[in-house]
């Protein structure tokens, strides 16, 4: 296995983890709040896959889904098409209302583009720095480390949260 198979493989898994925690969700489900400031199912989703759309798109120079291919306009979410859920408040928490189609199209969509930026990596390319400011200085390989951490913990995040909200009958 290639390390870009492997990558494929990695992101693959958090796609299976998303989809679990939406399947046939309610958007009650998909918002419910184990307490009143705690993250939602469809605001993980969301967030896991801003930031991976972002991440992706700066890796690879391309332009995001998100805004790309019109699913800002979709979401219609009262912050910019840039926001990535990074410093969100509880109310922006709130304010992400989407149905589990809507949610799993979006992470479908970033998954794509991310296995077909990652199917074109050379062993040599995670090894390219895109970001001296940081000691050591920041590589594709890093990033990619960075972004499966990320994700990986939010769609657990997410599938937890599934399991608390079916438990309350949400």
Known sequence: MTPSELLIEEFSRIQGTVHRALKDASVATLT???DADANTIAW????LSRVQ?????????????????????????????????YGHSSADVAAVQADAELLGGYYDAVHAATAAYLATLTD??????????????VTVGAR??????DDLQHAGQ?????????????
């Open 44 to 47: 993980l989703t969301w967030h």
């Open 32 to 34: 419910f709040r184990a």
């Open 158 to 170: 997410a599938a937890f949260v599934r399991g608390l909200a079916d438990r309350a009958g949400a």
């Open 124 to 137: 040599a390319d995670l090894d390219r720095v895109i970001d001296e400011s940081w000691t050591p200085a």
């Open 53 to 85: 759309d972002d991440h992706l798109a700066d890796l690879a120079s391309a332009e995001q889904v998100y805004a790309n291919q019109g699913w800002a306009d979709r979401f219609d979410l009262p912050f910019g098409p840039t926001a990535t859920g």
């Open 144 to 149: 990619l480390a960075s972004m499966l951490s």
